[in-house]
């Protein structure tokens, strides 16, 4: 394997992790700024699950940027971290559509932009698994 690839691998986990730490912060503090009222997310989206998941992704978080300073991070489990992503981007957006007509439009476009994101971390993860 390449250095170009140890890097891709690296830059990849890495903006995951920032991706991870942006999106837990805004869910933790989602109820004191009020973007959950306005988000008003649909069942079974209650403050308390949404801040609980906002708050278990800080570790994780924590946990990729570590794995992304190894030597060799291309050794961890990177498929599974690309099929985590992708079925939690899958289940977000099956959830959203379905429940779209008791969401507000920008509670939809929110979860929607999520799971891009988690679906587009997924493919590069997979891309790059491939490539190692």
Do not use: C, K, Y
């Not at 306005?38 to 940027?65: E, I, K, R, T, Y």
């Amino acid at each position: 394997m390449t250095g170009r690839t140890h890097d891709a691998v690296r830059a990849a986990l890495r903006a995951d992790g920032a991706f991870e730490v942006v999106l837990g912060l805004v869910l933790i503090t989602g109820p004191a700024t009020g973007l959950l009222d306005s988000l008003d997310l649909p069942s079974p989206a209650s403050d308390g699950l949404v801040v609980g998941f906002g708050a278990l992704l800080l570790p994780f978080a924590v946990a990729l940027w570590v794995w992304a300073a190894r030597q060799r991070p291309q050794a961890g489990p990177l498929g599974l971290l690309a099929a985590i992503n992708a079925v939690t981007g899958l289940v977000l957006a099956v959830w959203i559509v379905a429940r779209s007509g008791d969401a507000p439009a920008g509670g939809v476009a929110f979860v929607l932009a999520v799971a891009a994101v988690l679906l587009a971390l997924g493919l590069a993860q997979t891309r790059l698994r491939a490539a190692a």
